[in-house]
């Protein structure tokens, strides 16, 4: 049979007074999915409430007709006349910005949200509705955090109306074994998390002394954690060192010979195995150590045998305790490898000798993304030399990683084979990966937006959704505000850099207040 | 077998397997001999005999049985069907927000006219951007200037709208990495990119800066951009001071400790546990029904043996 599975209208009807609800969902798709769903069965607005949402969703309409246009926006128009939203990064920032003021003016009941709906700004609910309690962190599906679980929970309950909030936590009957239960008790506790980047080590070698550095290096919070765990772990290997050699001082001078009647015992069985394996030279071997050695009577054997278990005890802890300081203590070393390795590849690149910095320092200083490949891209000449919409193309690509179904059209740009290469002979080099991300994904889209294409066809040309687009161009944008300021001089790139960024920097792109 | 292979045997839920104990169709083992303590165990020979006439069965239950606590029609019926409206409560009217502060808030508020450093942690939307905006008007009203740092682009964009409502216009500034509006303005609303950035190469810009506000300063855990409040805790003129706001962690304590032996000076931590309104957490099972955990435990308990035993079937039936 078919696992039956309780469809979001038949949960919105057991819980139908405790609304508004928060639906946290962690697929965007699927917040469209359930809430299409819910939208075939209810209408949890009255004819006044549609009133008031249709001249709201008009107001918006008249302000930026271009970000609410395409087949999408038709189906969330409809499901917000119903009081039904869905919220999440792949909308345009005015459809989400619609969505949160409807439901600030309590114009909807049920919002399907992604996480980030939870991030900061208020929107208290009296329920949360949680669709699964797995999600992909990148690497893996894995149970929420109690942190995180809390920091979502958290919207349910609004001061004044409700007396309790709720959360409802659905069992996905094809992962029940992933099916979440918190603690508000167990929340993780904050740990350090120092990355040491390109720009790190130039901020560092430009405006800081040699003891500054020296303190960012021992000081920060992660080293910080490292060493109070060190020296507790170093007190407790020193009184396990001290246990462990009182222990030894009550055994007996015997203790682990074979003189000893328990060692003596320990050591027949084992002869008794080497038997059973057919071991016979090292069964020979024991057998004449069992005879040289004169057995002795034991007055105590008893407590003799209660202090060798609680010797074996405290040796094995004393043994973990032991290597988890060893694996703290090459964490701790890491963050002076780390430093040391990007410092080092910056002089190998020629961006610095020491405290001197040349050309590609100075210049890489002023960024904060992908600051090695970036300046390489700068300095080859390429941003200059090209036409304009290619270099658009180049950079609408730095720190773009594309999913797996991401596609685009594929524009065959002479320009981005050159960032390509670029970039190969950076890996060749022995620039890590991550210092090199870059994805010609998204050239044909900055290529067709330079030159004027709308929106609309933005969207036909890839299957990116229009909060994506919108941030790789905004992501760019940010870049190109970098690259003006570091290229101070060289007027011709700066120019450059603004007209693209003129051009770029319109209609849907354009931020409004 | 136990109850969830016999669901599985049969092709029917466990809820169904009760049904049919209930109705008398299927008897445990322990009913049969009349004797020892109720094994919930069924015999598979009982079983085969059943096999056949179970759709029939099935059938004269009518839809009913498969989500008995909450009836829904055929899918066909409920496009023709007028939609469902909810249920009104009497009264839906705004309540008059009550201006009375908590106890956290007042204490953070004390610590801040002190002219200390603080850390605030406490649960979701229990009024921690209150004891940043009551920061920020004593620090316009002294003169001085404060900055307020988001962790992304978008609550910035938010906080400047916000603010702007509330200070006027010309007070307030936004500073991201693609936007600059007003960077002059006293009270600036910035990325924590930038301002590590400016802590970095432009200190001078922040000599009128008396507090500098972290939101969500738990980001310090992040994996990717922790590395940015670390180096803004760090890097950060000795002369300003922090308000961070934290989520409910268990060792604000910890993070105040390392910033009071970074930047010197005492970091007071206000700690708000508990919730304004208590949250009550349920689940809800695959059948419909809402539970509460020891129930929940149980039925996925159940669930695993199920599922277990539905990829065991096969073996089963060859057998």
């Not at chain 1, 809390?150 to 109306?161: E, I, K, L, S």
């Not at chain 1, 002023?366 to 180049?394: K, M, N, R, W, Y």
Request: hydrophobic fraction near 40%; proline fraction near 4%; aromatic fraction near 8%.
């Amino acid at each position: 049979m078919e696992l039956t599975e309780i469809s979001c209208s038949e949960i919105i009807e057991a819980i139908q007074d405790k609304l508004p609800v928060l639906f946290f969902v962690f697929s965007r798709g699927r917040t469209e999915v359930l809430a299409q769903d819910l939208g075939q069965d209810w209408d949890f607005l009255n004819a006044r409430e549609k009133k008031e949402v249709g001249s709201k969703i008009k107001e918006a309409e008249a302000e930026q007709p271009g970000a609410f246009s395409g087949p999408g926006w038709r189906s969330l128009r409809r499901l917000l006349l119903q009081g039904i939203a869905y919220h999440h990064a792949g909308l345009l920032p005015p459809v989400k910005y619609l969505v949160e003021n409807l439901y600030a003016g309590r114009l909807l009941w049920v919002v399907f949200c992604t996480e980030t709906f939870a991030a900061g700004v208020n929107f208290p609910a009296a329920s949360a509705v949680f669709d699964s309690t797995r999600k992909w962190d990148g690497h893996d599906f894995r149970i929420l955090q109690n942190r995180e679980f809390f920091q979502m929970a958290g919207r349910a309950g609004r001061r004044g109306f409700d007396r309790i909030g709720h959360a409802f936590i659905r069992v996905d009957s094809r992962f029940p074994e992933q099916t979440g239960f918190f603690d508000d008790k167990a929340i993780e506790p904050v740990s350090g998390r120092l990355m040491i980047s390109p720009n790190t080590v130039l901020s560092l070698l430009r405006y800081k002394t040699d003891e500054e550095i020296d303190r960012f290096l021992n000081e920060n919070f992660k080293m910080y954690q490292l060493k109070k765990r060190q020296g507790l772990l170093k007190e407790e290997i020193e009184v396990m060192a001290g246990r462990i050699s009182e222990i030894e001082a009550g055994l007996c001078s015997e203790n682990g010979t074979l003189t000893c009647p328990v060692e003596r015992a320990r050591a027949r069985k084992q002869l008794k195995r080497l038997r059973w394996k057919n071991k016979n030279r090292e069964k020979d071997l024991l057998q004449k150590q069992i005879a040289l050695a004169a057995p002795k009577k034991c007055l105590n054997l008893k407590k003799c045998m209660a202090l060798s278990e609680r010797l074996k005890q405290v040796q094995t802890y004393s043994q973990t305790r032991k290597q988890e300081y060893a694996a703290i203590t090459q964490q701790v070393d890491s963050v002076f490898t780390e430093y040391r390795e990007v410092r080092d590849l910056l002089e190998k690149l020629g961006y610095v000798k020491g405290r001197e910095f040349f050309a590609r320092g100075i210049f890489a200083l002023e960024l904060h993304v992908q600051e090695i490949l970036v300046t390489e891209i700068a300095f080859s000449g390429l941003l200059e030399e090209s036409e304009p919409a290619d270099a658009a193309a180049i950079l609408a690509g730095i720190e773009f990683i594309p999913g797996k179904n991401t596609r685009t059209d594929i524009l065959d740009l002479p320009a981005l084979q050159q960032a390509y290469l670029i970039r190969h002979e950076l890996l060749k080099m022995g620039v890590p990966e991550r210092f090199c991300i870059w994805s010609n994904l998204p050239g044909s889209l900055a290529y067709a937006w330079y030159n004027g294409a709308t929106f609309m066809e933005l969207m036909e040309m890839s299957s990116l959704q229009p909060g994506d687009i919108f941030s790789i161009f905004r992501r760019e944008i940010d870049l190109l505000r970098q690259i003006e300021r570091a290229a101070a001089g060289n007027t011709a790139l700066i120019e450059r850099a603004q007209a693209i960024r003129g051009q770029l920097d319109r209609d849907e792109i354009a931020l409004s207040f | 077998m136990k109850i969830p292979q016999t669901a599985a045997f049969l092709g029917i839920s466990t809820g169904q397997v009760r049904r049919l104990i209930q109705e008398g169709q299927l008897t445990t083992v322990s009913n049969k001999e009349a004797s020892g303590s109720d094994t919930g165990l069924l015999l598979r020979g009982d079983l085969e005999a059943l096999r056949q006439a179970l759709p029939a069965l099935t059938l004269s239950w009518g839809q009913s049985h498969k989500r008995s606590p909450l009836e829904i029609g055929s899918r066909s019926e409920e496009r023709l069907r007028p939609k469902k409206k909810p249920l009104r409560k009497a009264q839906e009217q705004a309540p008059v927000e009550d201006l009375v502060l908590d106890d956290f808030q007042i204490e953070a508020a004390e610590a801040l006219q002190a002219g200390l450093s603080v850390i605030v942690s406490a649960p979701t939307g229990n009024g921690k951007t209150l004891v940043a905006e009551m920061l920020a008007r004593d620090v316009m009203a002294a003169g001085l200037g404060m900055i307020y740092t988001s962790p992304l682009k978008a609550l910035s964009n938010q906080k400047y709208r916000d603010f702007k409502i509330l200070f006027g216009e010309e007070q307030v500034g936004l500073v991201t990495g693609d936007v600059s509006i007003n960077p002059g303005a006293p009270m600036l609303i910035m990325t924590t990119e930038i301002f590590r950035n400016w802590c970095l190469s432009e200190p001078a810009q922040l000599e009128k800066i008396s507090y500098v506000v972290f939101d969500e300063i738990h980001y310090l855990d992040d994996a990717e951009r922790g590395t940015t409040w670390e180096e803004s805790i760090l890097f950060a003129p000795s002369h300003v001071k922090i308000l961070g706001l934290s989520a409910t962690v268990p060792n604000a304590d910890e993070m105040a400790d390392w910033i009071s032996s970074v930047r010197g000076g005492n970091v007071v931590v206000i700690m708000e546990k508990r919730r304004r309104i208590p949250l009550s957490t349920q689940w809800i099972l695959p059948n419909g029904r809402i539970v509460g955990e020891k129930e929940a435990r149980g039925e996925l308990e159940e669930l695993a043996e199920y599922l277990k035993a539905l990829r065991n079937k096969k073996r089963w039936l060859e057998e």
